[in-house]
């Protein structure tokens, strides 16, 4: 599967808001954002094919440098170490591993990957519109679903405007994430009359409780976001949503591999 980039940093957004995190994010998505703030896994796509025994390596290492280059050394086809996986599933630490985009769900190759994680007992979150299902290993299914501030407009790209329209809601999908594995659903919240919309579409999955439900401010800078706050923190503490700031644009910027 092709992958823009392997990191580890903290998470900056949702429930798992602080941890500790090594992020996977795939390259290529079937929708197109307007404000994406991944286009180097979107509209530009970038990254190299890995297979899914080369990933864990790298997730390994990432956890465990000393530990990973051991491992290489005793035995180069082995991918991750015993004694990581022994070290991952002790109680003083339990690794979380992000799959992110891009879109993830597009690559069946995360069926095995997501096993592979599994069995070392890492908790994996997978970040995803809510557009494809496949049956995976996954801890946290944080749905991003997209309202229609999303939508490009056709100045930019026609096609895209059209093709994003079709796929950004597959409530088929949505239902049946939800039904399979333990969600959260972040809305990109771009002015107040967005609000209206995430009600509508929550109309739609009553099986949602609302506390699952976390409004994100869209932007890419610390002072937009702390400007949106001022009104959509107090609309969410009134009608019983999560508010969900982008800590990750507040400690480290709009920057890749953070
Ligand atoms: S779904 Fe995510 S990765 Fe894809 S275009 Fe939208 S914001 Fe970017």
Redesign the pocket.
């Known amino acids: 599967m092709r992958i823009a980039e392997i990191f580890r940093s903290i998470q900056g957004e949702g429930r798992l808001t602080g941890v500790d995190s090594v992020f996977i994010r795939t390259s290529g998505?079937n929708?197109?954002?307007r404000y994406?703030d991944?286009p180097y896994?979107?509209w530009s796509p970038e990254g190299e094919d890995l297979s899914a025994s080369e990933i864990q390596e790298k997730v390994s290492e990432l956890f465990f440098p000393s530990v990973a280059a051991d491992a290489v050394e005793i035995n180069s086809s082995d991918t991750f170490s015993e004694e990581a996986a022994e070290k991952n599933s002790s109680d003083t630490f339990f690794a979380h591993v992000v799959l992110t985009?891009?879109?993830p769900m597009l690559f069946a190759e995360l069926i095995p990957l997501t096993a592979a994680l599994r069995e070392r007992e890492y908790h994996i979150t997978i970040e995803t519109?809510g557009t494809l299902y496949l049956p995976v290993a996954c801890d946290l299914m944080s749905i991003s679903p997209?309202l229609s501030n999303?939508t490009p407009p056709p100045e930019l790209d026609p096609h895209w405007t059209w093709r994003h329209t079709l796929n950004r809601h597959a409530p088929e999908v949505i239902r049946r994430l939800l039904a399979e594995y333990d969600c959260q659903l972040k809305f990109v919240v771009d002015c107040p009359d967005d609000c209206r919309e995430v009600e509508e579409y929550l109309a739609e999955f009553p099986e949602v409780e609302r506390r699952r439900v976390m409004l994100m401010p869209q932007g890419v800078e610390a002072e937009v976001l702390t400007e949106k706050a001022v009104w959509l923190e107090p609309y969410c503490a009134d009608h019983g949503f999560t508010f969900c700031p982008r800590r990750q644009i507040e400690w480290f910027g709009a920057q890749r591999g953070t």
């Open positions: 998505c929708l197109r954002c994406c991944t896994a979107s985009g891009g879109e519109a997209k999303s």
